[in-house]
């Protein structure tokens, strides 16, 4: 069964509509429909939330429906490459915007053409890291779904 019977099933066994069982968790009705019709899924807290107020287990709610699984799997894995990573794509696409900005007010010269050269290498560093990044998170889904 998956997370959406699952919820479907513990907000009619409750006898809750979809907006007092939003209510519960602080979300839409809309939310609670998209969470029923699989369009999208609960985080994992809104998932502890409703274990331990209907007093079901997680494995329960999470075990039978292994796309809710592989979904949390790549939020955390995207979650954790994403803060070490984008503090380096910040700093060489900033460095480099900052350094062509503060060449727009100074007077022509052949250092402000050098200075201008470099920022556009470090922004081109930034973007390749960006893609690099990107392809890597690409890669480790694509090997998610062969298994």
């Known amino acids: 069964m998956s997370i959406g019977q699952q919820i479907s099933g513990i907000r009619k066994e ?3 509509t979809q907006e007092k069982f939003g209510e519960l ?3 839409t009705r809309q939310t609670v ?3 029923e019709n699989e ?4 985080d994992l807290q809104t998932l502890v939330n409703m274990s331990e107020m209907f007093d079901i287990s997680l494995d329960r709610l999470l075990k039978e429906d292994i796309q809710m699984v592989k979904k949390i799997d790549e939020e955390r894995l995207y979650g954790a490459m994403a803060r070490r990573e984008k503090s380096r794509i910040d700093f060489f696409t900033g460095a480099g915007t900052g350094l062509i ?3 727009l007010v ?10 201008i050269c470099i920022g556009i290498i470090l922004i081109g560093i ?4 960006k893609s690099r990044f990107d392809k890597t998170i690409i890669q480790y889904l694509d090997e998610q ?3």
């Open 126 to 129: 930034g973007w390749y890291k």
């Open 33 to 35: 429909s998209n969470w």
């Open 106 to 115: 100074s007077p022509d010269s052949i250092r402000r053409t050098i200075v």
């Open 101 to 103: 900005i503060s060449c």
């Open 14 to 16: 409750h006898q809750l």
């Open 39 to 42: 369009k999208s899924y609960p």
């Open 145 to 147: 779904d062969e298994l």
């Open 25 to 27: 968790f602080h979300v």
